[in-house]
């Protein structure tokens, strides 16, 4: 390594490190997925929401394309597990019922997916019908960014309009 290579173990040591700790959070900024901080998220139309959340359209509602790739993810991780592959629902609601626990609408289900229920009751969002299942879903935002989040949903409201 070339830290070792310095004449001045100490201060090099330190250099070695400090360099090491500057490029883990360059490499963990560039690895967040998604938009953060003040950006608004994929699909906001600039007005405000129920609960002072910005009011949000899904841009790949009816892609097929979208509604492919949302598949693959729900398949891919644990959406199948807690959901149900047919998504009738499991150890947690069926997504294809018309009891929708925080409501249906663009905005709510993206930010449910994105920051999951705690955050989401935080933010005044309350807890409505149920069908007799659930806990708190965690949010998804650190595996998926805002165009997948969209994909997701586009895939489950085509599942639900279908009546599966």
Same mark, same amino acid.
């Given at each position: 390594m070339a830290c070792r290579r310095w004449p001045e173990p100490r201060t090099g040591w330190r250099r070695c490190l400090r360099g090491a700790g500057a490029a883990a959070l360059v490499l963990l900024a560039a690895c967040? @997925?998604?938009? /953060? $901080?003040?950006?608004?998220?994929?699909?906001a139309t600039g007005a405000l929401a129920a609960h002072g959340l910005p009011e949000l359209r899904n841009p790949l509602a009816h892609d097929p394309a979208a509604i492919a790739a949302g598949a693959k993810l729900y398949a891919q991780h644990a959406c199948v597990t807690c959901h149900g592959r047919q998504l009738t629902g499991a150890m947690c609601p069926s997504l294809v019922n018309d009891a929708w626990v925080? $409501?249906?609408?663009?905005?709510?289900?993206?930010? +449910? +997916? /994105?920051?999951?229920?705690?955050?989401? /009751?935080? /933010? %005044?969002?309350?807890? $409505?019908?149920?069908?007799?299942? %659930? *806990?708190?879903? @965690? *949010?998804? %935002?650190? +595996?998926?960014?805002?165009?997948?989040?969209?994909? =997701? =949903?586009?895939?489950i409201r085509s599942r639900h309009a279908a009546g599966d």
């Open positions: 967040t @997925p998604g938009q /953060r $901080g003040s950006d608004p998220p994929l699909g925080y $409501g249906a609408d663009d905005t709510t289900l993206f930010f +449910l +997916l /994105r920051d999951g229920s705690v955050r989401l /009751r935080a /933010r %005044g969002v309350p807890r $409505g019908g149920h069908d007799g299942q %659930g *806990g708190d879903m @965690p *949010g998804f %935002g650190h +595996l998926f960014d805002d165009a997948e989040l969209w994909q =997701l =949903l586009s895939y």
